[in-house]
């Protein structure tokens, strides 16, 4: 029965001694409390292409007979590339908010 009032004494010293209210930072001078500061982070997030805009377009091939038509759909091949980069370009451009 002794043991419970040192056991007491023993948990309040614990309690008093471990709890500081006013915190001061290691870097300032002692009697100084810490201010809060607000710290912005900022971060880039990236704009996810679709997939329809990076799919590979077909190079048309053919014989030299053929060679008219196959410069006419290298070219329409090339538009619609040149339409995809476009696209993109104008996606890349824009801000995200996270």
């Given at each position: ?25 290691p ?28 799919r ?29 980069l ?13």
């Amino acid at each position: 029965m002794r043991i419970l009032p040192l056991l007491l004494i023993t948990a309040a010293l614990l309690l008093s001694t471990g709890c500081k209210r006013g915190t001061v930072r290691p870097d300032l001078p002692s009697g100084t409390a810490t201010v809060p500061e607000l710290l912005v982070v900022k971060r880039k997030v990236y704009v996810p292409i679709p997939a329809e805009l990076t799919r590979e377009r077909p190079i048309a091939e053919g014989s030299i007979a053929q060679c008219f038509e196959v410069g006419a759909a290298r070219k329409a091949e090339l538009v619609k590339a040149n339409s995809q980069l476009r696209k993109i370009g104008a996606i890349q451009a824009t801000e995200v908010e996270p």
